[in-house]
T-cell receptor, first 113, second 109 residues
Framework: DGGITQSPKYLFRKEGQNVTLSCEQN?????MYWYRQDPGQGLRLIYY???????QKGDIAEGYSVSREKKESFPLTVTSAQKNPTAFYLC????????????FGQGTRLTVV | RKEVEQDPGPFNVPEGATVAFNCTYS??????FFWYRQDCRKEPKLLMS???SGNEDGRFTAQLNRASQYISLLIRDSKLSDSATYLC??????????FGKGTTLSVSS
């Protein structure tokens, strides 16, 4: 089945540790995105990539890093510099371009204690 | 001013009611528009795209007003299963979808 896979679904980490969230897609989409959602809030853009080996910061990139070495994969690292990392993280992909909708993975709930 | 703003909600309506949500966007260069539905603790799922001519999918109708920079979603004959959060999303060329905070709809029997 084609789709976007995020893993793990739930993740617990101690404060001060870096953690990497996985996002893989087999839709042959060029563009991939990472969003963060806090309770009662909309989605805020962290990073996006329109093509392999290229990515841009979104609105809240501080404390996060990404890589795009393969078309299928766009991992997100939450670093210890992120002051409030506990959130619901959503990865999405699209064909790219201005008129294409994005499709989401099931998300990763990260809790930092 | 935020890039994408939505009615704050929540909207509490009885079954069978008609309900409308509005969403305004600030960037006049925005080129595509979408409505997503998000159930509690789940990922957003595309409900429908929004075109200048307006589009309809069953009980759902979406409209775009470029002059006033807003999009709308109309739900007719509300069902209990329509209870969810509705997110509008706006795409600016070459970047990514920007989302509103969402409007929560609760349909009761």
């Amino acid at each position: 089945d084609g789709g976007i896979t995020q893993s793990p679904k739930y993740l617990f980490r101690k404060e001060g540790q870096n953690v990497t969230l996985s996002c893989e897609q087999n839709l042959n989409h060029d563009a991939m995105y990472w969003y963060r959602q806090d309770p009662g809030q909309g989605l805020r853009l962290i990073y996006y990539s329109q093509i392999v080996n290229d990515f841009q910061k979104g609105d809240i990139a501080e404390g996060y890093s990404v890589s795009r070495e393969k078309k299928e994969s766009f991992p997100l690292t939450v670093t210890s510099a992120q002051k409030n990392p506990t959130a619901f993280y959503l990865c999405a992909s699209s064909m790219g371009g201005w008129d294409t909708e994005a499709f989401f993975g099931q998300g990763t709930r990260l809790t930092v204690v | 001013r935020k890039e994408v703003e939505q009615d704050p909600g929540p909207f509490n309506v009885p079954e069978g009611a008609t309900v409308a949500f509005n969403c305004t966007y600030s960037n006049s260069a925005s080129q595509s528009f979408f409505w997503y539905r998000q159930d509690c603790r789940k990922e957003p799922k595309l409900l429908m795209s929004v075109y200048s001519s307006g589009n309809e999918d069953g009980r759902f109708t979406a409209q775009l007003n470029r002059a006033s920079q807003y999009i709308s979603l109309l739900i007719r004959d509300s069902k209990l299963s329509d209870s969810a959060t509705y997110l509008c999303a706006v795409n600016q060329a070459g970047t990514a979808l920007i989302f509103g905070k969402g409007t929560t709809l609760s349909v009761s029997s």
